[in-house]
């Protein structure tokens, strides 16, 4: 869920394959805005609703299925109708709402999470909570992403991108600059992969493995 939740392997089978770790929640709880967030998401979708969608089909709802405590999942049907995720987090701000909105699964899905959660926030909560080395660990992401994308290259750890692996353009076609305006892609940190290939190359190109 774009890094609101954090779970770890079980060691026990009557937990499931995973167990949530619920300390990390107090790390990234700071205003969240809860169920007063979650009605004026669904009146942002409704209004939107009234507005594109024709006869009476929902482009954008609710995922209750798929929600958690600090994540607000929606599905939408047509992505082209649904407004660029700077404007909905502009409308969230102006109504004092902090929070991270994400578009991901190509425009496919909406979700909404506490303003100091992500992907990249989790992978630093490992490190204060468990001390791990992040020049240790590997995150593997596509040519582009969801429009968190950026937060996932760049700094300690190490990215292995995979060719032909994206997302459609329309999610980062409000990015004002060139995405090799941050991110440096000649880094030592990052390297490129087929998706067919062995992992293991890009890994030992990255130092994490030995021959």
Not at 140 to 159: A, I, P, R
Not at 170 to 180: G, I, K, V
Request: with cysteine.
């Amino acid at each position: 869920n774009s890094g609101s939740d954090l779970h770890y392997t079980s060691l026990n089978n009557e937990d499931g394959p995973f167990v949530v770790d619920f300390y990390y929640h107090s790390h990234i709880e700071y205003r969240w805005g809860g169920e007063g967030l979650r009605k004026t998401l669904i009146r942002w979708a409704s209004s939107l609703n009234e507005k594109k969608a024709d006869n009476d089909e929902q482009i954008v709802t609710l995922a209750e299925h798929l929600s958690t405590d600090y994540c607000y999942t929606f599905t939408v049907k047509k992505p082209a109708a649904v407004p660029p995720v700077r404007e909905l987090r502009k409308l969230l701000r102006i109504q004092a709402l902090r929070c991270h909105v994400v578009y991901s699964q190509n425009g496919t899905r909406i979700n909404v999470i506490p303003v100091l959660a992500s992907r990249i926030q989790a992978l630093r909560y490992l490190f204060v909570r468990w001390g791990i080395d992040m020049a240790k660990m590997a995150v593997f992401v596509g040519e582009s992403g969801d429009t968190d994308y950026e937060g996932l290259l760049g700094g300690l750890h190490k990215s292995v991108v995979l060719k032909g692996v994206s997302c459609s353009a329309c999610l980062h076609a409000n990015r004002s600059y060139p995405l090799t305006d941050v991110i440096s892609f000649e880094s030592n940190n990052v390297v490129h992969a087929s998706p067919d290939s062995d992992v293991r190359d890009a890994l030992k190109k990255l130092e994490l493995l030995k021959d």
